[in-house]
């Protein structure tokens, strides 16, 4: 079984930065394309970020283009999310997901097959 766990979060101030990271185990993780989703209270969960399995192209919501970056070392089986310039709106929880088999880069939640916990991400104005 697949497990995903992230870490990271916390409480920063407007424009401050964060870097959340997902530790994979008990599959090949190296395969998997990798996403990061958030959700805010009230909310549906979205998409913010996607990587595939070789870690050369990703793909980013409009909404965090050029200020957060996926990254992924398969060496570590971890999956990161370098996120600066942090707005109050970007307050959620981030969770990360893998997709199996994956056929592109997917923002939809229902191609990923596993999940993490998540992760509470708060940033104060």
């Known amino acids: 079984q697949v497990q995903l766990v992230e870490s990271g979060g916390g409480l920063v101030q407007a424009g401050g930065s964060l870097r959340l990271s997902c530790a994979g185990s008990g599959g090949t993780f190296s395969s998997y394309a990798l996403g990061w989703f958030r959700q805010a209270p009230g909310k549906e969960r979205e998409f913010v970020a996607a990587?595939?399995?070789?870690?050369?192209?990703?793909y980013y919501a409009e909404f965090v283009k050029g200020r957060f970056t996926i990254s992924r070392d398969n060496a570590k089986n971890t999956v990161y999310l370098q996120m600066n310039s942090l707005k109050p709106e970007d307050t959620a929880v981030y969770y990360c997901a893998a997709e199996r088999v994956p056929v592109g880069l997917s923002w939809l939640p229902d191609d990923y097959d596993f999940w993490g916990q998540g992760t509470q991400v708060t940033c104060s104005s």
């Open positions: 990587i595939n399995w070789r870690g050369d192209s990703t």
